[in-house]
């Protein structure tokens, strides 16, 4: 079997299921660091890969594909070893469903609300819109978290590639809110994935709670 390029810098929140994932197939990969302070995502030859000048984008054995989802998708569909796949086609479409929620409807209230305290300078911060988004997110969360207090994993009984792209959002979101007591069962899921190896390797690192953090850590190497 070929081994997978995957192009982008280890601790974006896009990149991460990507090596979950290929963790968990157990596939042969290099890395190579794309985006941030690393940049070359404008040159001719990542964009003949990912046009749209984002991280991550995968080429494997020659097809090249950009999207972390979709690339999610593809590798367990290709590369299925019984552990990521759904058994079923409802299980399937649950699965998906959960994976489009987070990109379509988590991720515009998600992104934002990360962004204001973990990437904006301290003193240029303001924590009147940083609460308006928390509140926003808490409640889409709600639906996550009733979800998971009847299934123990997305698509029920087992781990699957469903559990991936939100597992790795959620883990950032109780990084920052180690306080929280409401979305009890969103964090038993978390507490579950956090026990998988690959989880270990590739999402349980330190992210930058705060810009200053991020930068230090830029600083150190720590994204590559
Ligand atoms: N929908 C895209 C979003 C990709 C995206 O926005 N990636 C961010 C990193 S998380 C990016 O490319 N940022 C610019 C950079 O890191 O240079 C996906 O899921 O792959």
């Known amino acids: 079997m070929a081994k997978i390029t995957v192009l982008g810098r280890r601790n974006s929140n896009n990149v991460i299921p990507v090596m979950w994932t290929i963790d968990e197939l157990g596939l042969d990969y290099e890395r190579k660091n794309y985006g941030g302070t690393f940049g070359g995502t404008s040159d001719p ?8 000048g984002t991280i991550p984008a995968i080429v494997d054995n020659g097809f090249p594909l950009y999207e972390s989802n979709a690339i999610v998708r593809y590798l367990c569909m290709n590369y299925d070893n019984e552990v990521l796949m759904p058994k079923t086609k409802q299980e399937f479409a649950i699965a998906d469903q959960w994976m ?22 301290q003193a240029e911060q303001d924590p009147a819109k940083t609460r308006e988004l928390k509140n926003k997110l808490d409640r889409l969360l709600l639906i996550l978290d009733h979800h998971l207090s009847r299934n123990e994993y997305i698509t029920g009984n087992s781990f699957s590639m469903g559990d991936i792209p939100l597992g790795v959002a ?14 009890a069962a969103l964090r038993r899921w978390r507490d579950l994935l956090a026990t998988r190896a690959a989880f270990k390797k590739h999402v349980d690192f330190p992210f930058g709670r705060s810009f200053e953090e991020f930068a230090r850590l830029e600083r150190d190497g720590a994204a590559g």
């Open 170 to 183: 959620i883990n950032r979101y109780f990084t920052l809110n180690e306080e929280e007591q409401n979305l």
């Open 100 to 121: 489009e929620w987070y990109k379509a409807t988590l991720y515009h209230v998600f992104h934002p609300w990360f962004w204001s305290i973990a990437r904006t300078k």
């Open 45 to 52: 030859e990542y964009r003949a890969i990912n046009p749209n």
